[in-house]
């Protein structure tokens, strides 16, 4: 992606803000490069399949890009969104399903391509398009877009900002973005390391 089409800094700043005022708190500590995703391996996924488990990813990425620090790819977001479907989210994995469906679908019917292979202003607009429910309405029946968009966006979130223990947040990604510790709540830690 070009320099130029991203504009992942004032969202980096809106999302550092975000997470700020949501209560994370612990004392401060380094930031340091955390290594890129390479290819998920074979049967990695426990609910989707590796094609969902890349549009998650790029949707995932555009909600939180890669700048100068690491963004949702990095941090494993979609490690953390199959591992959460396959558990306490099991009631969305059909919501995701087709609503992947739907928008690789919205996708090829407007450009004949594949979300993954849209430039980043493109796929910008399609999710722009998607949150404002400006979609195609013989393609997204079920689930409603601004729902499906609502959700992925809260989940993204969640996998960058919640503890590496549920799946995302790799090698402490947005803690190190923040200048924070591992937040350590004292009576809380109920899992082990």
Known sequence: MKGAERRGASRRACLKLLAAAGGVAAGAGGASAVGKLGPAPKGTFRVLTPEEARLVESVAEQIIPTDKDPGAREAGVVFFIDKQLAGPYAR??????VGLDCLQKT??????KRFEELSWSEQTR???SLESGKVPKDIWKEPNPKAFFNLIRDHSMQGFYGSPRHGGNRNYASYKMMGLEYPRLIGQNRYAK
């Open 126 to 128: 399609m999710l722009q």
């Open 92 to 97: 969305f994995a059909e919501q995701y399903r």
């Open 107 to 112: 996708c090829l019917a407007a450009h004949q």
